[in-house]
Structures are given as structure tokens and as C-alpha cells.
């Protein structure tokens, strides 16, 4: 009625009631994934290698997605996240967690160039200047 396909599942000694993936609502979500890309139904296809077909019966809401599918779909289409294919939770496209290092005081060959100072001399004392005219004075 709702599009929604119910499985009762034996797990670890205990009954669940799952929700299986709402064919209509997975067709929404690959049509906005298409849109993202510009793409047809047969570029599509062809770019994750299955029948046009395959992809009419998806985005008709026929046919539910094979595993096959969605791991081909995001192994070609690294924005696509699993959970929100599937189900619609999460984002898309994903969002990239950049890294961000701690900034350094000297980059490696800054320390190898600096005149008349042997690598293997030691620091006694670190002396940080502020813009207020203090400072501060470290001993490792």
C-alpha cells in the first residue's frame, strides 16, 4: 500500500520487524543521483555495466535494487552514500571530511637550511614573541 515490504527477521534469539528499501522513494533517490551526474538512464547503464532495462524497472519503482547494483553504484559514484541510497538517511552528495595537520613551525628542509647550525644540535629554549610586545619562554 505504502510502497514499504516488511521481513521478520531471526537474529541473535530475538525477533525483528524490518523495513525493506521503498522502491519509489530508492527511485527518487537514483533520479537526484543521476541529476548530480547529468545522466541518462542509458549512460547510466552503460557506465556501471547492466541492461537499460535494469535501471527502467528501478526508476518505475518495478523492481527493488540487486546488491550488485548499489555496490556497482558506489563503486563508480564515490559521492553516493550507502545509507542514503538505500533509505534516505545521510547526505548526498557526501560530504568530504578534509584532514586538517596541525600547522608546524618549520618544515623539514627549513631545519636542514638554516646556516651554520648542525642537525644534531639540541634546543635549550623555545622564546615565543606576541604582537603586544610580551613573550614567553619554554625549556623542553
Known amino acids: 500500500?505504502?510502497?514499504?515490504?516488511?521481513?521478520?527477521?531471526?537474529?541473535?534469539?530475538?525477533?525483528?520487524?524490518?523495513?525493506?528499501?521503498?522502491?519509489?522513494e530508492f527511485a527518487e533517490r537514483l533520479k537526484k543521483?543521476?541529476?548530480?551526474?547529468?545522466?541518462?538512464a542509458t549512460a547510466l547503464a552503460e557506465s556501471i555495466e547492466i541492461q537499460r532495462s535494469s535501471i527502467s524497472h528501478l526508476l518505475s519503482g518495478r523492481?527493488?535494487?540487486?546488491?550488485?547494483?548499489?555496490l556497482k553504484i558506489l563503486e563508480k559514484y564515490p559521492e553516493v552514500e550507502l545509507y542514503w541510497l538505500l533509505n534516505g538517511k545521510g547526505v548526498f552528495p557526501k560530504e568530504e571530511k578534509v584532514e586538517v595537520s596541525a600547522p608546524?613551525?618549520?618544515?623539514?628542509?627549513?631545519?636542514?637550511?638554516?646556516?651554520?647550525?648542525?642537525?644534531?644540535?639540541?634546543?635549550?629554549?623555545?622564546?615565543?614573541?606576541?604582537?603586544n610586545g610580551t613573550f614567553k619562554s619554554f625549556k623542553p
Open 1 to 24: 500500500m505504502f510502497g514499504y515490504d516488511l521481513a521478520i527477521v531471526y537474529f541473535c534469539n530475538t525477533i525483528q520487524l524490518v523495513t525493506m528499501v521503498n522502491n519509489l
Open 63 to 70: 523492481n527493488r535494487p540487486s546488491l550488485d547494483f548499489v
Open 104 to 131: 608546524t613551525l618549520f618544515q623539514e628542509n627549513d631545519i636542514e637550511n638554516l646556516n651554520g647550525i648542525s642537525k644534531d644540535a639540541t634546543i635549550d629554549k623555545i622564546i615565543i614573541f606576541y604582537k
Open 33 to 40: 543521483m543521476m541529476a548530480f551526474y547529468d545522466l541518462t
